[in-house]
Every structure is written in structure tokens, then in C-alpha cells.
T-cell receptor, first 113, second 112 residues
């Protein structure tokens, strides 16, 4: 089983719908992240969490919200999806040490029509 | 504009050729990482460099961190079709959170 698991892997939704992307990890890491990937733009940080009670906005948080239900679970919600939120979304985890490696899930491909 | 600029954005070469990918910034990074991503998968770490001027080798891949810790390069010798993928550089700046910032990526295709 993957260390970082994202569900669903693919999703097509309509404009205005609410959608939740889920992430769970078995790495035992405190830090979890949600990134968005668009062609030519690399990965951009949406939200991050350093522990269950700590949630922080990233570079592009507008239109998104998150919930850290447990150390192992971090979900991303789009309250009212719009077409320019069509992208590949990645969840990642890391330890709290400097220069640590980030471990990524396999991604969720979201299409908003 | 992105904090980390990668070039080239796309690269298509024949098997056996050499190539270099560049990652440049005007900011100083405490460390820089290179990740490789294959279709349908998340990025996977290749290397972390932390000291200005540092050079690390991973088989046919050579990574260098600039002396001023503002830039990095990835050189692949005798590229193989298995090297095909998206290469991403990512840097950490010494501020609150020490977050990773990614470059736009270089999509490499190595043809047999």
C-alpha cells in the first residue's frame, strides 16, 4: 500500500458543486500539504498543516478550504468549484526536520465543467 | 513570475545524448531538492543539496548547487529512455515554516 493515499484519483464535477479530496498517510509525519499542479507552473502550495491544530494558508488558498481530521488525514474542499480549478492535486507529507524529503500521493485529477 | 525558473521547459533528445537542466532564482536557498515525476504518479525525491558549490552524483545524474545558493543544475550523461519524465527543482528559504517552493519543471523525453 502507498504511504500517502489520495481519493478519488479522478473526478469530473460541475461548476458550483462542492467537492472534497481526501488524503491519508501511514508515514507518521506531523506535516501535511496540499499542492496544485498546472502545466509549466510546477506545484503551488494551497494549504499546509504542521499538526492537527495547526492550519496555514499557502500561496493560492482562495476558493479552497481544508480539514485536518487526525494526524494521518488531511482533506481539501472546493466549496463551489469553478473551471479554473481544473488541475492535478497532490497531497504530501514530511517530517519537521530541516531539508527533509516531501512524500507525495499519486494525485487527484480534477476536471470542473 | 516564479521564484524558481527552470529551463528548458521541454527537452526531446536521442538516447545516448547528454543534457543539462537549469534552475535559477534571485533568492538564496537554505537547500535545494530535485524531484522526478512520472505520468500518473507524484514527484519522487532524487537529491538534496545544502552547501554552496556542492556537487552530488547519482549514477549518470550530476547535481550542482551554485556557490551563492541561488541556482542549481542537473546534468544527465548518456540519457536513456528510462530517464523520460518531469524534473522539478524545489528550494527552501530560511523563513517561518521553511516551505518548499517549486520551479515550473522540465519535461524530458528521451527517444530510443
Amino acid at each position: 500500500d502507498a504511504d500517502v493515499t489520495q481519493t478519488p484519483r479522478n473526478r469530473i464535477t460541475k461548476t458550483g458543486k462542492r467537492i472534497m479530496l481526501e488524503c491519508s498517510q501511514t508515514k507518521g509525519h506531523d506535516r501535511m500539504y496540499w499542492y496544485r499542479q498546472d502545466p509549466g507552473l510546477g506545484l503551488r502550495l494551497i494549504y499546509y498543516s504542521f499538526d492537527v491544530k495547526d492550519i496555514n494558508k499557502g500561496e493560492i488558498s482562495d476558493g479552497y478550504s481544508v480539514s485536518r481530521q487526525a494526524q494521518a488525514k488531511f482533506s481539501l474542499s472546493l466549496e463551489s468549484a469553478i473551471p479554473n480549478q481544473t488541475a492535478l492535486y497532490f497531497c504530501a507529507t514530511s517530517e519537521g526536520t530541516r531539508n527533509t524529503e516531501a512524500f507525495f500521493g499519486q494525485g487527484t485529477r480534477l476536471t470542473v465543467v | 513570475t516564479q521564484l524558481l525558473e527552470q529551463s528548458p521547459q521541454f527537452l526531446s533528445i536521442q538516447e545516448g545524448e547528454n543534457l543539462t537542466v537549469y534552475c535559477n532564482s534571485s533568492s538564496v536557498f537554505s537547500s535545494l531538492q530535485w524531484y522526478r515525476q512520472e505520468p500518473g504518479e507524484g514527484p519522487v525525491l532524487l537529491v538534496t543539496v545544502v552547501t554552496g558549490g556542492e556537487v552530488k552524483k547519482l549514477k549518470r545524474l550530476t547535481f550542482q548547487f551554485g556557490d551563492a545558493r541561488k541556482d542549481s543544475s542537473l546534468h544527465i550523461t548518456a540519457a536513456q529512455p528510462g530517464d523520460t519524465g518531469l524534473y522539478l527543482c524545489a528550494g527552501r528559504i530560511n523563513n517561518a515554516g521553511n516551505m518548499l517552493t517549486f520551479g515550473g519543471g522540465t519535461r524530458l523525453m528521451v527517444k530510443p
